[in-house]
């Protein structure tokens, strides 16, 4: 599994509780993030470089808990891998999350906090439309909320007014659910609640990535057999200290044994 920093430990937390006898291995590519702002080919080549160390590495499916990369890259990933003759599953976020808000909306009216990246793809809105081609979709392009979130806590004043104002267009398009197409945003849930209104619902990934990974797991008999809880190992591409103190905090369990790497050589080349 990987993502542009510790977001995507949120979609991991699902799994480790979801398949725990499952060996994880997470890479956060903190040295390039955020993802948010860069171009669809920067991002497939940084997730096609990714998914290449983490197959290297012994991983028998690739998750790319990272929305902007899933819009852009997981086609590219999927189908660089089976160029190279290695059948290895490819699980991005978007498409569970976007089939859990229109399976879950009342109205159809549904809204969208992403990154640049993601909205700027249409991803999200060609998923849900193929779905149910009556379903409304109000994005809205947070710049700064998922860097806001991964410089650390406590939060401030300074991130419940970048909020509110990204809230602010979704509740005037009085939509009733709200898919947090960031792996950052479920860390502000509570925040997003107040300022949406008990009656939004709020969607994120976790779940239903843990259903699609288990399904494409069993379909390939390739489940743990186990009864004990597997292993969970973290990799980054920065500095190791502060990914496993902000770690901790997003995984809501100890990260234990960090190691960095170096990336970029294929991408620099």
Known sequence: MFDSGVGGLTVLHELLVSLPSEDYLYLGDTARLPYGNKTPEQLRGYATEIADHLVEAGSK????????????????????????????????????AAQLAVAGSRSGRIGLL??????????????????????????????????TIEAGFPFDERLVDIVREYCSPLRAAD?????????HFPLIAPMLQRMLGRGVTLVTSGAGVARSVERA????????????????????TGEVEPFRALGTRFLQMPLGDVRRVELGTRIAA
Do not use: K, W
């Open 175 to 183: 939509v009733d659910t709200v898919i947090l197409g960031c792996t």
């Open 217 to 236: 797991l069993a379909s390939s008999g390739l489940l743990n057999p186990r009864a004990g809880e597997g292993s969970y190992r973290f990799r980054c």
């Open 61 to 96: 499916l690739v998750v790319i808990a990272c929305n902007s990369a899933s819009a852009v890259a997981l086609d590219a990933v999927q189908r660089n891998l089976v160029q190279r003759g290695l059948e290895v599953d490819v699980i991005g976020v978007l498409r569970p």
């Open 114 to 147: 992403a990154t640049p990246a993601t909205v700027a793809s249409g991803a999200y809105e060609r998923t849900m439309l193929a779905a149910d081609p009556h379903v409304h979709l109000e994005s809205v392009a947070c710049r700064d909320l998922a860097s």
